[in-house]
């Protein structure tokens, strides 16, 4: 069973930065799709960043607006997400989410865009870590 071990959330203050690791229990592999969801109780889902761990082609939410960037460490099946210029809207519940694509060429974007409106019904999800941006 996939466990995703997410950390490095927490109180920040707003244009501060903060990065936050997801190790995957399981090796990465040519078809996998890793990245990051946020959402608050009740509210919607929002796309933050997804990176294909083969190529390490990234894409982001439009949440991010620069700020953000995601990046990979194959060899310990581990991704991060480097955030700054952090502000209040970003507070959040973040999520790590793997996602096994049909092919090793899959856009992970689309992914990305699938879990946004399907949420956990798909791919594999930590537990979350929740961030919030004080002004």
């Known amino acids: 069973l996939e466990q995703l071990a997410e950390s490095g959330g927490g109180p920040v203050q707003a244009g501060g930065s903060l990065r936050l690791s997801c190790v995957s229990s399981?090796?990465?592999?040519?078809?996998?799709?890793m990245g990051w969801l946020r959402q608050d109780p009740g509210k919607g889902r929002d796309g933050v960043a997804f990176?294909?761990?083969?190529?390490?082609?990234?894409n982001y939410g439009g949440v991010t607006q620069g700020r953000f960037t995601i990046s990979r460490d194959n060899s310990n099946n581990t991704v991060y997400l480097q955030m700054s210029r952090l502000k209040p809207e970003d507070t959040s519940m973040y999520y790590c989410?793997?996602?096994?694509?049909?092919?090793?060429?899959?856009?992970?974007?689309?992914?990305?865009?699938?879990?946004?409106?399907?949420?956990?019904?798909?791919?594999?999800w930590g537990r979350g870590t929740q961030i919030t941006v004080s002004s």
């Open positions: 989410v793997r996602f096994q694509s049909g092919s090793a060429t899959s856009n992970c974007a689309a992914a990305m865009s699938v879990l946004e409106r399907v949420g956990k019904g798909l791919g594999e």
């Open positions: 399981r090796d990465f592999d040519d078809r996998t799709c």
């Open positions: 990176i294909r761990i083969n190529s390490g082609e990234r």
